[in-house]
């Protein structure tokens, strides 16, 4: 133990007390120990500190206790009326004694917190001081600024008042310029009519000047709505009427009736309901070039597909398109058709702004459960920033989609009602939406060969299961011209593409997903390997495979060999022609030139 004196205080150090959880870590270092020795030395403290507290709260309960008994006391005394002077004189003693101990606490509490507290007052009081002294000055300056202000304010309206008073002075009281006096006030009273229009008329104060013009305005309103009849009663005098009387005018038909509703309601009842085609595409029910297919009846308003269908067939639309004769298509640019075959298929429909996608599909009546789609018409508003996808689908196969940005076409989603125009002709599929012809999906497939009907379907999903949201209202085919007729098609999206096959390109699909160049040289050496003996005598053949695809393409000798292997490889890959691009059936009109010009033949260019 160590003991240290001071002249305050004494403090008394012992050794520490070790908790048994940190027994294990016995000995300890001189900084845990003196961390230890600290926080005992708190508990200390803290319970000297907390035996102070109760003495004083001791203390004061019995100065309380003490107090409310000579009140007590005091209240006996006057109650029984006692006037013995020695119990009063030791009562006032006790009282006197109680309030001199607590004046003489109270004073040396106040002396001890004067004594710190003189420092911090003077610093303060010296802050306010100060902050009051820059107060007085923003408020001695903004007064300064009001003032002047006001004393602008002041000269302008003087000024202006000499400048009326010089205009009054040149033009004279009888051409000051006043607005136009229209009707003064009348009062009515047994049917007859006095006016005080002298008075008004020879007044020309600006008070006077006010009160017309407020009787002026009253008047306008009350002159627009007197009937015509009652101005012929009143006495035709210059003192009831300063100038020509305003009426409202009828609005009167041609055939001298009255129109039943207001021009407001004619301009808002020529609009186009949302269920129905715009009365320019003379689409209706009555329409002598074609039928609306959908809706068949009154109960029919709207089709929405199914929220969870099981699969595209699970809650589908399908419609049939009667009296397609493809032997009497229109040309493009022509609308000469005397057959007027059906040709034009309207579709009212609203896709709600959270929708994802949505797809229509036409094909054969032979289309096998839809494994063969002649168009295929489907907009994914959250793919690549949003696409038009236009496809087509040959036994299960979907061909080189065509795409185009939503960002260039009409608005789809979120619009409240929207007109979707599909047009067969000689070419292909021409898609105008809202009007707006927004590409073309030439012929890929053989359309059928008899006058026949051909098959609309609204899938409920896609070929995945994600649901398809819009909603149909509408559904017209019939015949119409062209509407790309006399027109530029040059920047239409899917004009003049070579969708030809490729004679010795095969389009080898279905395979499993490939991420890494490893992988991309192991599935172009098994390819090699599979087609080997379609490569001609040296067994050559070009394979072509992308990263992070399940496709490939293989290129063999002759277009002999890629018909066999057609036959041979469709019970080992899913194997079709390739299609030619634009850019190779060029390299190969090209190649075929210079062939010609030298005297031979080529069949084909090298394909990348």
């Known amino acids: 133990m160590t003991s240290t004196n001071n002249p305050n205080t004494t403090t008394t150090t012992t050794a520490p007390t070790i908790p048994e959880a940190l027994q294990h870590l016995t000995p300890l270092t001189k900084n845990e120990l003196l961390l230890l020795s600290t926080y005992d030395r708190i508990k200390q403290y803290e ?19 003490e107090r409310y008994r000579a009140k007590v006391r005091e209240r006996e005394r006057l109650e029984n009326g006692d006037d013995d002077g020695d119990v009063e004189e ?10 001199d101990s607590a004046t003489q606490r109270r004073q040396q509490y106040d002396d001890n917190s004067s004594d710190e507290d003189n420092s911090e007052d003077e610093a303060v009081k010296h802050q306010r001081r100060q902050k009051q002294q820059q107060r007085q000055l923003e408020i001695t300056q903004l007064r300064e600024e009001i003032e002047a202000k006001s004393q602008q304010e002041a000269e302008r309206d003087a000024a202006r008042q000499r400048e009326e008073e010089m205009r009054r002075e040149l033009l004279g009281p009888e051409e000051t310029p006043k607005k136009k006096k229209k009707r003064p006030r009348e009062e009515v009273a047994g049917g007859d009519v006095t006016v005080e229009s002298e008075q008004l008329k020879n007044d020309g104060t600006n008070n006077n000047d006010f009160i017309q013009e407020q009787q002026d305005d009253q008047d306008d309103e009350d002159s627009s709505f007197m009937p015509s009849s009652s101005s012929s009663q ?17 609005l009167i038909n041609d055939d001298n009736t009255q129109p039943s509703t207001s021009l407001i309601a004619n301009i808002s009842g020529g609009a186009t309901p949302i269920h129905d085609f715009s009365s320019k595409l003379k689409m209706s029910k009555t329409s002598l070039d074609g039928t609306v297919l959908f809706p068949t009846s009154i109960q029919e308003k709207t089709w929405r597909p199914p929220s969870n269908p099981a699969n595209f067939m699970d809650g589908c639309l399908e419609l049939d398109l009667p009296d397609f004769d ?9 609308n000469n058709n005397n057959n007027n075959s059906n040709n034009t298929l309207a579709i009212k429909f609203h896709a709600p702004q959270e929708s994802a996608r949505f797809s229509i599909n036409i094909a054969t009546p032979h289309h096998n459960g839809y494994d063969s789609i002649l168009f295929h018409f489907n907009p994914r508003q959250f793919q690549r920033g949003g696409q038009l996808v236009i496809n087509n689908k040959k036994e299960s196969m979907w061909g080189n989609d065509l795409s185009v940005p939503l960002s260039t076409l009409p608005l789809v989603f979120g619009k409240t009602a929207c007109t979707l125009i599909v047009q067969i002709n000689d070419e292909g599929f021409d898609v105008f939406v809202e009007g707006v012809h927004c590409a073309r999906l030439e012929h890929r497939m053989d359309l059928p060969k008899l006058r026949g009907p051909l098959c609309l379907q609204f899938p409920a999903s896609d070929d995945y299961g994600n649901p398809e949201d819009w909603e149909v209202y509408r559904v017209w085919w019939g015949y119409k011209d062209s509407m790309t007729a006399g027109k530029d098609l040059s920047g239409v999206a899917g004009v003049n593409i070579y969708s030809s096959v490729h004679p010795k390109k095969l389009f080898v699909s279905g395979l499993p997903k490939i991420h890494s160049d490893p992988e991309m040289d192991l599935r172009r050496a098994e390819l090699e390997r599979a087609f ?17 695809s399940t496709f490939a393409f293989v290129e063999v000798a002759s277009e002999q060999q890629a018909d066999l292997a057609l036959v041979e490889m469709a019970g080992r ?7 030619r691009t634009k850019h190779e059936a060029l390299m190969e009109e090209r190649a075929a030139k210079e062939a010609a010009e030298k005297g031979g033949v080529k069949e084909s260019v090298d394909w990348d």
């Open 532 to 548: 080997r003996k379609y490569g001609g005598p040296n067994g050559a053949v070009l394979v072509s495979v992308q990263k992070d």
């Open 47 to 65: 319970k000297i500190s907390a035996k102070l507290k109760a003495t004083e709260a001791k203390r004061r309960l019995e100065e309380a206790d």
């Open 90 to 99: 030791g009562t006032k003693k006790n009282e006197l004694m109680v309030e």
């Open 234 to 250: 009143q006495p035709s005098s210059s003192s009831i009427i300063s100038g020509p009387s305003l009426k409202k005018k009828r």
């Open 573 to 579: 890959y899913r194997v079709n022609k390739a299609r």
């Open 326 to 334: 493809p032997n009497n298509l229109q040309q493009p640019n022509n």
